[in-house]
T-cell receptor, first 114, second 111 residues
Framework: EAGVAQSPRYKIIEKRQSVAFWCNPISGHATLYWYQQILGQGPKLLIQFQNNGVVDDSQLPKDRFSAERLKGVDSTLKIQPAKLEDSAVYLC????????????FGAGSRLTVL | GQQLNQSPQSMFIQEGEDVSMNCTSSSIFNTWLWYKQDPGEGPVLLIALYKAGELTSNGRLTAQFGITRKDSFLNISASIPSDVGIYFCAVRSSNTGKLIFGQGTTLQVKP
């Protein structure tokens, strides 16, 4: 089966610019996650979707970050305006259902903010 | 907040050696997971542990769920170069249901 697809793989922007990341989960996976992984740290959950509804966005900086999964399949994560501390790898993952321990991760989108 | 502490932070070993790393928490968790992240890739699940005291193997990997439910360890026997990567422990929060990751143990293997 195809894995979790993410694009772009790399993005370099200046602070205060905007950026968007795209994720296509594994077919049939109802739950989609966006994680932020800062260099030297473990992934931190930003937002979790169940189909097209938000399950948890408690750690999403909502003043600058937004995410949507309008049709319950692919998803976009947007940052506007970006700050230096947003430099990180943004990992998308999917699972069959909420509460599943087997998450399949994409390769990530590496963001550098200058 | 809930935190996981992994040790060691990094390891540099010779090919063929055995490796041991662990993960501790001040809170009790009922599910412990071990993931591996290869350079430039996302984490991949290695082993899942669901019962205190449980010992589970996956090839050369063995993981144990601590009897107190506050720790877990991962052993790799006879390491090979492709074992290189970052190993993360993770737990599922009983409050929020979210997966919480440790900060990782970076493993380097010298051929």
């Amino acid at each position: 089966e195809a894995g979790v697809a993410q694009s772009p793989r790399y993005k370099i922007i200046e602070k205060r610019q905007s950026v968007a990341f795209w994720c296509n989960p594994i077919s049939g996976h109802a739950t989609l996650y966006w994680y932020q992984q800062i260099l030297g740290q473990g992934p931190k959950l930003l937002i979790q979707f169940q189909n097209n509804g938000v399950v948890d966005d408690s750690q999403l900086p909502k003043d600058r970050f937004s995410a949507e999964r309008l049709k319950g399949v692919d998803s976009t994560l947007k940052i506007q305006p970006a700050k230096l501390e947003d430099s990180a790898v943004y990992l998308c993952a999917s699972s069959f259902s909420t509460g599943a321990n087997v998450l399949t991760f994409g390769a990530g989108s590496r963001l550098t903010v200058l | 907040g809930q935190q996981l502490n992994q040790s060691p932070q990094s390891m540099f070993i010779q090919e063929g050696e055995d490796v041991s790393m662990n993960c501790t928490s001040s809170s009790i968790f009922n599910t412990w997971l071990w993931y591996k992240q290869d350079p430039g890739e996302g984490p991949v699940l290695l082993i899942a542990l669901y019962k205190a005291g449980e010992l589970t193997s996956n090839g050369r990997l063995t993981a144990q769920f601590g009897i107190t439910r506050k720790d877990s360890f991962l052993n790799i026997s006879a390491s090979i170069p492709s074992d290189v990567g970052i190993y993360f422990c993770a737990v599922r929060s009983s409050n929020t249901g979210k997966l919480i990751f440790g900060q990782g143990t970076t493993l380097q293997v010298k051929p």
